[in-house]
């Protein structure tokens, strides 16, 4: 058996690296009762600590912390392996850890008094709990990154041994301790705090619409839309997925989720099993850069760099557009290329028809929507939007039957009534009175036929969020001890000035270096890792150079998804290729080459910031925006070798070469780019006009 083919039969085993409860074997009797009420408590926790924050950040941090410890220990095993019970020692790790999360918040004081002088005790239950984040993200997500953060604690310890392009003064045991479990450096750091607060309101709020029936809907609408049109099952995949991406943040759970549908589909309709699954994968790593939901990554990014999320989301519009639709034209080409047809009207779906039917579950993505572009935090966002969504569910389910419209009507305006005396008379904050509304829907729906159902399709959305929060949140504090050790010994700072070295003025060199250090990292690294590695040692050599700050980090961020699309390990390849039943280097290649706007754009942001909305005018805007369009429609007909019609290889090499002049920015590469891309459509359109005439 060929190594291919080995890692395709292991392929239904994948596991999501953000969210990788998806591959969880369910544990079975008491211990399968005591995780679900654990993973509640969890979401209950994260809940009253957004809307009420009766805790301080250190204690929100720590607790977070202990959750996920709980749960991993529970729900992942020493060795990979679906067992349905954890071992008496599993339960040993779990709690340990989330007793141990509780000395932060009662000790709060006296470490806040003793700061950077810790005693013995704080320096054991500090070795115990980094000890645990190890091993609970090592049983998530493999050795890779587990390892590479060990190793930088005896580089933190011994740096004055180390040879002089290493060296440094190094430092004791109780100062790593203090950095790393002390303070807000370590595990406890910004990617720590971002996953204890935005990332995991998120995750429920997407949990709860897909409950709710999101998944339907947005399948509905593309069905509806574009099922019928020649290509039309892989252009489902790609709205479909797409739309997904506007709730749900990560890739590879898109790809486990409508891929489950759009595959097959695209399969039954005569597209091959290997582009099948690329669409999917392709369509559904997007979802990570599609705004107003993107993935986790984004919301580090906002907090690390200091600037609002709404113009992280704003900047990543065009290119998650210009992503989309390059996936959709490579599709369409394929179609028209193998001459596939759509599905027939009458199996279509009415998507006005949907909409009708279920617009209440569009309200809460438009409300954030409006909410983070008009300033207010993710937190608060992400709290309404949460709110809302749980309101609207127990609300349809509390008077969706009632047969008088006045009395449907009646219902909103009382319950707007209430929210308003919760806000205005009793005082309550805007994000808490939203909470206490939905605790009061909750206590009226227990005498509404139905409403029991209702209330555990919500605890199970509770659930599920915690446990998709486990492979972010586990990333994020295992991510900070190799955070904290770089700020303590400098690490950073002296890559960054290697880069330099090497690059000198060249941007393109330190460009192409930045990308083939996060597609190298991304073969064993999650995206979170992944960016937050890569931006500590490229970003600020990119800033240096002149790119803005947030094309800087985008470019980091792009490339770190496209590593899970990228051969050889093409992790969202691997997802697909369990559902298309097809090698998943096949996928792969394909995948790259259906998303081929990923690889792109990042190149043309940097010298043209304004496709990012950062600097230059509307007209700069557009004209790049063209010379994109133009560069992604003819790379894409030279990929599949089909634009009007069939291409030869010289015509698939004169539309390259076109496409790379318009994305180069040089002097007149521009107009030798527009001349041969016109030049090229007149000649192509002429020959594939002269062989029809001829057939």
């Given at each position: 058996?060929?190594?291919?083919?080995?890692?395709?039969?292991?392929?239904?085993?994948?596991?999501?690296?953000?969210?990788?409860?998806?591959?969880?074997?369910?544990?079975?009797?008491?211990?399968?009762?005591?995780?679900?009420?654990i993973?509640v408590?969890?979401?209950?926790?994260?809940?009253?600590?957004?809307?009420?924050?009766?805790?301080?950040s250190?204690?929100?941090?720590s607790?977070?912390?202990?959750?996920?410890?709980l749960?991993?220990?529970?729900?992942?095993?020493?060795?990979?392996?679906?067992?349905e019970?954890?071992?008496?020692?599993?339960?040993?790790?779990?709690?340990?850890g989330?007793?141990?999360?509780?000395?932060?918040?009662?000790?709060?004081?006296?470490?806040?008094?003793?700061?950077?002088?810790?005693?013995?005790?704080?320096?054991?239950?500090?070795?115990?709990?980094?000890?645990?984040?190890?091993?609970?993200?090592?049983?998530?997500?493999?050795?890779?990154?587990?390892?590479?953060?060990?190793?930088?604690?005896?580089?933190?310890?011994?740096?004055?041994y180390?040879?002089?392009?290493?060296?440094?003064?190094?430092?004791?045991?109780?100062?790593?301790?203090?950095?790393?479990?002390l303070?807000?450096?370590?595990?406890?750091?910004?990617?720590?705090?971002?996953?204890?607060?935005?990332?995991?309101?998120?995750?429920?709020?997407?949990?709860l619409?897909?409950?709710?029936?999101?998944?339907?809907?947005?399948?509905?609408?593309?069905?509806?839309?574009?099922?019928?049109?020649?290509?039309?099952?892989a252009?489902?995949?790609v709205?479909?997925?797409?739309?997904?991406?506007?709730?749900?943040g990560?890739?590879?759970?898109?790809?486990?989720?409508?891929?489950?549908?759009?595959?097959?589909?695209?399969?039954?309709f005569?597209?091959r099993?290997?582009?099948?699954?690329?669409?999917?994968?392709?369509?559904?790593?997007?979802?990570?850069?599609?705004?107003?939901?993107?993935?986790?990554?984004?919301?580090?990014?906002?907090?690390?760099?200091?600037?609002?999320?709404?113009?992280?989301?704003?900047?990543?519009?065009?290119?998650a557009?210009?992503?989309?639709g390059?996936?959709?034209?490579?599709v369409?080409?394929?179609?028209?290329?193998?001459?596939?047809?759509?599905?027939?009207?009458?199996?279509?779906p009415?998507?006005?028809?949907?909409?009708?039917?279920?617009?209440?579950?569009?309200?809460?993505?438009?409300?954030?929507?409006?909410?983070?572009?008009?300033?207010?935090?993710?937190?608060f966002?992400?709290?309404?939007?949460?709110?809302?969504t749980?309101?609207?569910?127990?609300?349809?389910?509390a008077?969706?039957?009632?047969?008088?419209?006045?009395?449907?009507?009646?219902?909103?305006?009382?319950?707007?009534?209430?929210?308003?005396?919760?806000?205005?008379?009793?005082?309550?904050?805007?994000?808490?009175?939203?909470?206490?509304?939905?605790?009061?829907?909750?206590?009226?729906?227990?005498?509404?036929?139905g409403?029991?159902?209702?209330?555990?399709?919500?605890?199970?959305?509770?659930?599920?969020?915690?446990?998709?929060?486990?492979?972010?949140g586990m990333?994020?504090?295992l991510?900070?001890?190799?955070?904290?050790?770089?700020?303590?010994?400098?690490?950073?700072?002296?890559?960054?000035?290697?880069?330099?070295?090497?690059a000198?003025?060249?941007?393109?060199?330190a460009?192409?270096?930045?990308?083939?250090?996060?597609?190298?990292l991304?073969?064993?690294l999650?995206?979170?890792?992944?960016?937050?590695?890569?931006?500590?040692m490229?970003?600020?050599?990119?800033?240096?150079?002149?790119v803005?700050?947030?094309?800087?980090?985008?470019?980091v961020?792009?490339?770190?998804?496209?590593?899970?699309?990228?051969?050889?390990v093409?992790?969202a390849?691997?997802?697909?290729?369990?559902?298309?039943?097809e090698?998943?280097?096949?996928?792969?290649?394909?995948?790259?080459?259906?998303?081929?706007?990923?690889?792109?754009?990042?190149?043309?942001?940097?010298?043209?910031?304004?496709?990012?909305?950062?600097?230059?005018?509307?007209?700069?805007?557009?004209?790049?925006?063209?010379?994109?369009v133009?560069?992604?429609?003819?790379?894409?007909?030279?990929?599949?070798?089909?634009?009007?019609?069939?291409?030869?290889?010289?015509?698939?090499?004169?539309?390259?070469?076109?496409?790379?002049?318009?994305?180069?920015?040089?002097?007149?590469?521009?107009?030798?780019?527009?001349?041969?891309a016109?030049?090229?459509?007149?000649?192509?359109?002429?020959?594939?006009?002269?062989?029809?005439?001829?057939?």
């Amino acid at each position: 058996m060929t190594a291919n083919n080995a890692v395709d039969n292991n392929a239904s085993a994948v596991v999501d690296r953000e969210n990788p409860s998806h591959s969880l074997t369910q544990l079975v009797g008491w211990q399968g009762q005591t995780v679900f009420y654990i993973a509640v408590a969890f979401t209950f926790f994260q809940i009253i600590t957004a809307a009420f924050s009766p805790l301080s950040s250190q204690v929100l941090r720590s607790m977070h912390v202990g959750f996920l410890l709980l749960l991993t220990f529970a729900l992942f095993r020493f060795r990979k392996g679906h067992v349905e019970r954890a071992p008496w020692y599993d339960w040993l790790f779990g709690l340990t850890g989330f007793v141990l999360a509780f000395y932060h918040w009662i000790f709060e004081a006296d470490l806040i008094q003793r700061a950077g002088d810790p005693t013995m005790v704080d320096l054991v239950v500090g070795v115990i709990v980094v000890a645990l984040v190890v091993e609970g993200a090592r049983r998530i997500m493999g050795w890779e990154l587990p390892l590479i953060c060990v190793v930088f604690i005896p580089y933190a310890l011994w740096g004055r041994y180390l040879p002089d392009f290493m060296v440094h003064r190094g430092f004791d045991l109780d100062q790593v301790i203090d950095t790393l479990y002390l303070g807000t450096e370590g595990i406890y750091g910004t990617p720590t705090f971002v996953s204890a607060t935005f990332i995991f309101l998120f995750i429920l709020f997407g949990a709860l619409l897909e409950r709710a029936g999101m998944i339907q809907l947005f399948n509905d609408i593309a069905l509806g839309t574009v099922g019928h049109q020649k290509g039309g099952p892989a252009k489902v995949a790609v709205i479909s997925s797409g739309l997904m991406g506007t709730i749900n943040g990560s890739g590879v759970a898109n790809v486990l989720t409508t891929g489950q549908f759009t595959i097959p589909l695209m399969m039954r309709f005569g597209y091959r099993p290997q582009f099948a699954g690329a669409v999917e994968a392709t369509a559904s790593m997007g979802g990570q850069i599609m705004p107003p939901v993107m993935g986790a990554v984004a919301f580090i990014m906002a907090e690390t760099i200091g600037v609002p999320y709404s113009q992280i989301a704003l900047a990543a519009v065009i290119p998650a557009l210009l992503y989309f639709g390059s996936a959709f034209w490579m599709v369409h080409l394929e179609a028209g290329r193998r001459n596939l047809v759509g599905l027939p009207k009458s199996e279509c779906p009415n998507a006005w028809a949907a909409i009708k039917r279920q617009w209440y579950l569009l309200l809460p993505l438009v409300v954030l929507v409006y909410l983070l572009f008009s300033g207010f935090t993710p937190l608060f966002s992400g709290t309404i939007g949460m709110a809302l969504t749980a309101v609207l569910i127990l609300g349809q389910k509390a008077v969706g039957a009632a047969r008088v419209l006045l009395l449907r009507v009646l219902f909103w305006v009382v319950l707007g009534i209430l929210a308003a005396v919760l806000y205005k008379v009793i005082g309550l904050r805007i994000e808490s009175a939203a909470i206490v509304l939905v605790g009061l829907l909750v206590v009226g729906t227990w005498f509404v036929k139905g409403g029991i159902e209702t209330q555990k399709l919500l605890l199970q959305s509770f659930a599920d969020a915690a446990k998709g929060a486990l492979g972010v949140g586990m990333a994020c504090a295992l991510v900070g001890i190799l955070i904290g050790i770089m700020q303590m010994t400098g690490l950073a700072n002296d890559i960054a000035r290697a880069i330099l070295a090497v690059a000198g003025d060249n941007l393109l060199l330190a460009l192409v270096m930045t990308m083939v250090v996060c597609l190298v990292l991304g073969t064993g690294l999650p995206t979170i890792p992944n960016y937050i590695i890569t931006s500590a040692m490229a970003a600020p050599v990119l800033l240096e150079m002149g790119v803005p700050l947030i094309v800087s980090h985008m470019f980091v961020f792009y490339f770190g998804i496209m590593a899970d699309l990228t051969p050889p390990v093409a992790l969202a390849a691997l997802a697909a290729s369990s559902i298309a039943k097809e090698s998943h280097m096949k996928i792969a290649i394909t995948a790259t080459k259906i998303g081929i706007a990923g690889y792109v754009v990042p190149f043309m942001a940097v010298y043209t910031p304004a496709l990012m909305l950062q600097g230059g005018t509307w007209f700069d805007t557009g004209y790049v925006l063209i010379k994109a369009v133009i560069s992604v429609g003819l790379w894409g007909g030279a990929a599949s070798a089909w634009l009007l019609g069939p291409m030869t290889w010289p015509e698939r090499i004169w539309a390259t070469v076109a496409a790379f002049m318009l994305v180069v920015a040089l002097p007149i590469t521009d107009e030798i780019g527009f001349a041969l891309a016109a030049a090229f459509l007149v000649f192509h359109w002429w020959k594939t006009k002269r062989g029809r005439a001829v057939a």
